[in-house]
């Protein structure tokens, strides 16, 4: 089993949809998540942190699930600037080496 | 404010050729420091990382290296490229912790597109 899963999609969704992302990973003694934000030929950035009690950053909410271990992203109000893959990034219990998944197509339509 | 610079921003190379890419921190002290591939429709693979001058660490063998002659200075180089090499290579800083845990984000820079020929 991989480390971190994700739907490679591609989420096609319209204009002011809500769409979700899951992200399922295996190690349970991971630390901490991240959701990173990739666009097409660019590095990817930090989009936000992901907390126990799930948080929420504008139009984005983070949630995870610890007993079944997934996280997932929430974005509501779409964007067609939030067209890009989304990875999600889960640490180790200690070295360096962050565990990164193969992301998460979203294309956002007019 | 930190900042992160990577250079070039692409590199096209014949294969046997010798390589070195730089990344230089700006803003922040005794950080860690990260080189990743991303092949071409793949994920980010962790190539090396170093926690202070002088200390690299290699998560898989190939034939790249890594240096960090300063403390915000991370080098990667080979000294013949295959064309496995290509792909796109990334440096990357976080918050130095110094215990081995490495619950802090990292940051990446605008990333160097080799292509081997």
């Known amino acids: 089993r991989k480390e971190v899963e994700q739907d490679p999609g591609p989420f096609n969704v319209p204009e002011g949809a809500t769409v979700a992302f899951n992200c399922t990973y295996s190690n349970s003694a991971s630390q901490s998540f991240f959701w990173y934000r990739q666009d097409c030929r660019k590095e990817p950035k930090l989009l936000m942190s992901v907390y126990s009690s799930g948080n929420e950053d504008g139009r984005f909410t983070a949630q995870l699930n610890r007993a079944s271990q997934y996280i997932s992203l929430l974005i509501r109000d779409s964007k067609l600037s939030d067209s890009a893959t989304y990875l999600c990034v889960v640490t180790p219990w200690s070295g360096y080496a962050l565990n990164f998944g193969k992301g998460t197509s979203l294309l956002v339509t007019p | ?117």
Do not use: M
């Open chain 2, 1 to 117: 404010s930190q900042t992160i610079h990577q250079w070039p921003a692409t590199l096209v190379q014949p294969v046997g050729s010798p390589l070195s890419l730089e990344c230089t921190v700006e803003g922040t002290s005794n950080p860690n420091l990260y080189w990743y591939r991303q092949a071409a429709g793949r994920g980010l693979q962790l190539l090396f990382y170093s926690v202070g001058i002088g200390q690299i660490s290699s998560e898989v063998p190939q034939n790249l290296s890594a240096s960090r002659p300063q403390d915000r200075q991370f080098i990667l180089s080979s000294k013949k490229l295959l064309l496995s090499d290509s792909g796109f290579y990334l440096c990357a800083w976080s918050v130095g912790t110094g215990t081995g845990n490495v619950n802090q984000p990292q940051h990446f820079g605008d990333g160097t597109r080799l292509s081997i020929l």
